[in-house]
């Protein structure tokens, strides 16, 4: 199991360093993850986080691109990290990934299939399914399939592990990446920092505004 992030189209980004990755591919993101795939991953993170409607000002963005480019991310207590923990059973190759609209903020719905109502959904096109069966878990790739979808069954005590080395992996991207934005990002690296945090510790208050 690993914490991935799905990568936006960043045709002609300029504004820090990235690496090269295929749009709407994926990228794993954990306390090794390449310098060059950090500045991917924030670019993809904060292309995708809609400002929020508070006070604060805009950025003009020809004033200060990289402001304007970074203020949904650094102005929402919301981020939103494209992907979610990848599953990969070694012994058959099936894998078990994020679908659409899904997010690594959404990473605490593992605890729910754990611990609470023991089913858990992770997005669509594909739409993947994790149940709890006793003490095993099925995951199923694509829920959307008439048949023939991809499964993997792992024992809950197993899975319970995976998911807790995938949070701290996610925890280490996070730490990582603050860093990283320290070096790149001087001017922004607090905000960038404390925006990142909220991933793994997502605001769960009412999102009404």
Known sequence: MQPVLETA???????????????YGFIVVDGGTAPADIGTALAS????????????PEPDEADDPVAAFLFGLLTSPYPYAPGGFRVTDTATGAV?????CNGL?????????????GTGGFGHDPTPLARRLGDVVRLTSD?????????????VDELRAL???????????VGLAG???GRHLP?????????????PDPVTEDRGR
């Open 9 to 23: 189209a960043l045709d002609d980004f300029d504004l820090w360093p990235t690496g090269t990755s295929t749009p």
């Open 187 to 199: 001017e922004h690296a607090a905000g960038v920092a404390a925006a990142l945090a909220r991933i």
């Open 45 to 56: 993170i904060a292309d995708g986080t809609a400002p929020w409607e508070g006070d604060a």
């Open 163 to 173: 998911v807790a080395r995938a949070e701290q992996d996610l925890r280490d991207f």
């Open 105 to 117: 903020e959404e990473w605490r719905e593992w605890l729910e299939v754990l611990d609470g109502e």
């Open 143 to 155: 829920t959307g399939l008439k048949r023939d979808s991809p499964v993997i069954e792992v024992p």
């Open 96 to 100: 078990f990934g994020p679908g659409c």
């Open 179 to 181: 860093r990283w934005a």
